[in-house]
Structure formats: C-alpha cells, structure tokens
C-alpha cells in the first residue's frame, strides 16, 4: 500500500500521513458501535433489550447521539484540577492506545510501519497509557481519580510482565519480532496458526488475554475505574470531550490487544480455509473479524464475571500468570529446541 | 502445592461455567417490554385517574368529607320546586345543582376512600395513568358540567325563590300577628291574595 501510495502522490509526508491515519478510520467507527455492542450484549445477557429506539433499528444511532452531546458540552475544569497536565492527559492516552497500531498489519497489504521490532514497539508503546491514567489522575485532584489512577499504574505494571512472557512465546516460535512476518508464518489454512501448532502457546494465549483484560482495565480486571466504589476512577472528573478521548482510548486499546491475540495466536489476516477467500481485502475481514470476536469475549467476560479485589488482582498477577508464564516459556524453548 | 492448581484450574473451570450461563442467557427473551409501545394489562381493580360521571352526581359532597387529602371541591346550589334535575341512573332524584366540582389530582393519593361512600356510584378510578402535564394547574380536573352563566342563573332564581318565600313566611306571620289580637277581623275584599 505504501508503495501504491508513494507512486501515486509522489510526496513521502503525505503518504505517511494518510498511512498514519488508515487505523482511526477503523478505530473511531469501532468505538463508537463497540458502546453501542457492549449495551446490547450487556442487556441481552441480563434479559433486557438496552438501548431500542434512538435511530429505529434496535437503538443502533444511540451512541452517534452520545457522541454529539459530548461534543456540544461545556468544556468544565475542575478549579483545583492541575489545569495543563487535566488538559493534556486525555491526549497522552489516546497517543498511547493508539500508536500501538502503527505496527499491526491489518490486512496482507498494510501495515503502518513495517518495523523489525513491531512487537517490542507495541509492548513498550502501550506503557504511555499508564502515564496519560496517572496524569489524569493526578491532575483532576480528587482522591476517586487518585485511588483509580494509582490501582490503574499497579495493575497495568504487574500484568505488563505476563503479557510480555507470552508474547515472548511466540517470538520463541516465530523467531521474529515482525508482526508481518509472524502473520505470514501462520498463513496456509487453520492447523497452521500458531494456537494450534504447539501445545505450549494455547495456554500462552490464555495468559495472554487474561493479562490483556487487566491492561485494558476491563473487567474482571476494572478496579481503576471502579463504578461502584470510585465513581469512574481516573476520568471521574472528565466530561464532555475529553471524556469522549478517553472512552476513545479505551476502546482503542481494547481492539488494539484483541488485534494482538488475533495476530499471534490466531493468524491475523490469513484465511482459516488456506488459500481459499485469501487476499488484501479478505485478509482485512478476517483480521477484524478475529479482533472483533475478542473483543466480544472481553464483552462477554464483563457480564459473567464480579470484580476482583485489589490482593485477588496481584494474586492472580504475580503468583499465578507470572509463574505459568515462565513454564509456557521454558516450554516453548523446549518444543522449539526439540521437535521445532 | 495440590491446592495451589486445584485453585488455578477451579478458577479456570468457574470462569466457563459462568460464561455458558451468561450465553445462555444472551438467547433468552428479554423479561422487559417496550413500554410506550407494549402495555401491561393493569389489575381489573387498579386505582389510577378518578373520573366523576356528572349526569348522577347528587352534589352530596360525601366524596370531598372522605378524602383524606382534601382534594375533591365541591360547591352545589339548590334548586327551586318548579325545575326538575331529573333522576339518576340508579333512581335517585337530584335535587342540587353542581356547579363546581373539583378534583386536584396532584394532591390525590389514589386510595379510592371517596368511592365506597357515593350513593350512585358516580365517582371512580380509572385504568388511566399517562396524564403528567408541564403545568401544576393542569391536573386541577373540572368535571361540573355547567357553565358560569348558567350557575348564575340558578343562583338568581334560587335568590327569588327564597326572596318570595321569605316575603310569604313574613306574610304569613304578619297575618298571624294581626288574627291574634284581633279575634274578630275585619272583613277583607280578598283574604287570599297574599303578594
């Protein structure tokens, strides 16, 4: 696509830019439905309907007609609130979430930017969110988004090394760092995707996506935002929007590691069938088909299970994920060593 | 050691085990209904807005003593001898005119106390419930069924009527004043016209 787009424009910028741009196209429209999703499936799950009238067709506009009140509200700043770093958090967050994507291949055809290190960028790239939670946090100068952000930096910091030990099993596998090329690798039909190539990774990718919930704060993972006990956690104190970036970001993140399970475990953009409905633009529905099922497991989870409370979520952390995880790496190595 | 993974595989286990109930419950319909679209059916004796039939109200103002709120306004006016207010569906004979009859149903409390009492059974709770208004003054409900100028009417009639009975009443006394103390009176052109 780049290479499309360089002949076409003649002008590297503005390639750069358009290539920069192509996710939001996605993300945006995601979010904004992935709300709408996540109440219906949360009203279906509890025997209700949820949202049914705004639009006509079961409520399906509800969430454009959120999205235009946020945008109309007053801009309100607490006046206690550290003006500059309130103002600023939001942004920080959504860079955060969103230069993740820079380095996941959508289809066979784009990928943002086709580094040797895709995956380290991401793992390190998402680690921006923690800072852009604790500066909303500590600016909005109220101890509910006080008590969210800093429950928000613990868990994200204490499930980044899961995260990372799991994806390490991949790269173990794929022998690249490249998310291009650990796709491509998957390519040729369903038994050739990674979930299913070595006993070691399908508990890799539980790791793997238990971890990711906790990093999006999803629940059952959701201490830092915490609706019954901290009101919203770090954006309790956010409206209009500012919000409306922030629940942006969120969303974002959540396609963002859905995409990442889909890619590594599950072969991304290659066609379950082989070379059967394989091709750039079949390539770009099945990697957001894959990604779209995730996120309604991360859906899905939200509504069957509690909370967990602070000492559960380290428990499960650290002397769960965390020891697991090395097993599944030493695993990993042994299988790749042994039988390749 | 042995609890440590029967902990982790129970955790595991529980997990599925609520999700295949949530699943299961995302195919279930859904218990709610869409309200201004879809209705209940109300219980045969709900209690909601008071109507007042004003063709078999007698003005007998035991509703308005009944409520326990104060809510029920009634102003009646007698009628003269000569005009008949007809009867009512249950054979009772009206005899007043009303032509107030207020209901505040802002202040109602819906406990029917103002129905058992009426005589003809002309006041009763509806199956209406939608009737929130933008204006508090809107829920002052006026069911008298005459207008101003005919209250008036009555009114004056009913003045002239007690007017002529007091003059016949002072008449009549004035008549017994003057027998009394004159056992034998006297012969008067027309003893019967009395004006």
């Known amino acids: 696509m780049k290479e499309f787009l360089v002949s076409l424009l003649q002008n590297e910028i503005l390639v750069y830019s358009i290539m920069a741009l192509v996710p939001l196209v996605w993300v945006i429209p995601f979010a904004l439905f992935a709300v709408w999703w996540e109440r219906k499936i949360s009203a279906h799950m509890q025997d209700r309907l949820g949202p049914m009238r705004t639009g006509g067709w079961h409520g ?61 960028y991401i793992i390190a790239i998402s680690s921006l969110v923690v800072i852009g939670l604790l500066m909303a946090g500590w600016a909005s100068n109220n101890k509910w988004s006080l008590f969210g952000a800093m429950r928000s930096a613990a868990q994200v910091i204490s ?36 979930i ?70 599950f072969g991304g953009w290659t066609s379950p069938f082989g070379e059967a409905l394989s091709g750039p633009w079949w390539g770009l529905f099945w990697f957001l088909g894959k990604g779209m099922a995730f996120i309604f497991v991360q859906m899905w989870l939200r509504w069957t299970l ?31 060593m042994v039988i390749g | 050691m042995g609890r440590y993974f029967r902990d982790v595989w129970e955790g595991i286990v529980t997990v599925l085990i609520g999700m295949k109930v949530t699943w299961r419950h995302l195919f279930t319909p859904a218990v709610t209904i869409q309200y201004p679209d879809v209705k209940l059916k109300l219980p045969e004796r709900a209690r909601n807005r008071l109507y007042v039939n004003m063709d078999d109200c007698i003005g007998c103002d035991q509703c308005a003593m009944a409520c326990p709120v104060d809510c029920i306004t009634i102003e009646t006016i007698k009628s003269t001898p000569d ?42 709770m509806t199956d209406v419930y ?66």
């Open chain 1, 306 to 336: 509690p909370r967990l409370r602070v000492d559960q979520l380290m428990y499960v952390g650290w002397k769960v994920l965390i020891p697991f995880a090395f097993v599944v790496v030493l695993g990993v190595g042994f299988w790749v």
């Open chain 1, 196 to 265: 299913f190539r070595n006993p070691f990774l399908l508990p890799a990718f539980v790791i793997y996506f238990v971890a990711s919930l906790a990093e999006t704060n999803r629940t059952p993972f959701d201490i830092p935002e915490a609706e019954s006990e901290l009101v919203g956690g770090y954006h309790t104190e956010y409206g209009g929007m500012r919000f409306a970036i922030l629940f942006l970001s969120e969303y974002a993140n959540m396609f963002a590691v859905s995409s990442i399970a889909a890619t590594l475990f």
């Open chain 2, 83 to 124: 005009v008949d207010l007809g009867l009512t569906s249950v054979g009772t004979k009206k005899r007043l005119y009303v032509p107030v009859f207020d209901i505040d149903i802002a202040k109602c409390c819906y406990c029917a106390l103002c129905v058992y009492p009426c005589p003809t059974e002309c006041i009763k």
């Open chain 1, 60 to 120: 399906w506009s509800q969430t454009i007609a959120d999205i235009l009140k946020l945008i109309q509200k007053e801009d309100i700043i607490p006046t206690a609130a550290d003006k500059k770093l309130f103002m600023l958090a939001p942004y920080v967050v959504f860079t955060g979430s969103y230069a993740a994507y820079a380095a996941i291949p959508f289809s066979a055809a784009y990928v943002g930017s086709e580094i040797n290190i895709g995956l380290f």
């Open chain 1, 159 to 194: 499930y980044e090394i899961p995260v990372a030990l799991a994806l390490l099993a991949v790269v173990m596998v794929a022998g690249t760092f490249d998310l291009h090329q650990i796709n491509q690798a998957q390519e040729g039909g369903i038994l050739h995707w990674y």
């Open chain 2, 130 to 195: 939608e009737f929130s208004e933008y204006n508090r003054e809107n829920l002052i409900y006026n069911f008298a069924t005459m207008t101003a100028a005919e209250a008036e009417q009555a009114k004056a009639r009913l003045a002239a009527y007690d007017k002529e009975q007091a003059a016949k009443k002072a008449a009549a006394a004035a008549a017994a004043a003057a027998v009394k103390p004159a056992p034998t009176p006297a012969p008067s052109p027309n003893p019967d016209s009395k004006t």
